[in-house]
């Protein structure tokens, strides 16, 4: 059966307005996604984790982007603040994108923010086991509590590492890895071409053996 890119975003979008919550596939896994505070936290509770816890375009790699946002912008003024402290670092004052997710993404990206509707989410897994790049691999748990789970297949970049290779974009004269994750040798390279001296000495993937999760 073919895949339906266009409705499965609109039967997504209509399952979040309703407060629900929905498991989507990426370029780089599974993500776990809601667009409430509730959802927010059914879905932060299934995964067992607590509440604290222009590269992507032109060259179509994936990658989280770590950087200040503005809390003014038409999407997050309705919010409430335990919905904005669930969803980014309230310290800093940034929050966490990913970009170039793959057409899933893309298309769901379009309808919600033509409708005015946030979306928030995470990897649809327990915290610390790891980015699924299947949905049979996904824990009983996590599944349980989504309204929707889109089965798209084995995810494009499932190795050497599954998930988005994540930076901090927030510092004057730095930019920080936060996860080594998809494409990060190659993220890593041609941001030390073209970044400048910011980007220069990004380190390398230390390997799944030594840093299994990819968090630094």
Not at 195 to 207: H, I, K, M, Y
Request: overall charge neutral; some cysteine.
């Amino acid at each position: 059966m073919a895949l339906d890119i266009s409705q499965d975003a609109r039967r997504v979008l209509d399952t979040l307005q309703a407060g629900g919550i929905a498991i989507i596939p990426s370029s780089v896994g599974y993500g776990i996604i809601g667009s409430t505070p509730a959802a927010l936290q059914r879905i932060f509770t299934a995964k067992r984790r607590t509440l604290v816890q222009v590269i992507a375009v032109t060259q179509d790699l994936p990658l989280g982007v770590v950087a200040p946002y503005d809390f003014t912008h038409a999407l997050l003024r309705p919010l409430d603040p335990q919905t904005i402290s669930q969803s980014t670092d309230t310290e800093a004052n940034t929050l966490a994108m990913l970009v170039n997710g793959g057409p899933f993404q893309e298309e769901l990206t379009r309808l919600a923010s033509a409708a005015g509707t946030p979306v928030f989410g995470s990897s649809a897994n327990l915290s610390g086991r790891g980015t699924k790049t299947r949905v049979e691999e996904i824990e009983s748990d996590v599944l349980r509590v989504a309204d929707v789970v889109l089965d798209y297949g084995l995810r494009v970049h499932h190795a050497p590492r599954a998930s988005s290779t994540m930076i901090d974009f927030g510092f004057v004269d730095r930019v920080k890895v936060v996860r080594f994750g998809a494409c990060y040798e190659v993220i890593r390279d041609v941001l030390g071409k073209f970044g400048g001296e910011a980007c220069a000495r990004l380190p390398v993937d230390p390997g799944k053996q030594v840093l299994f999760s990819g968090r630094v």
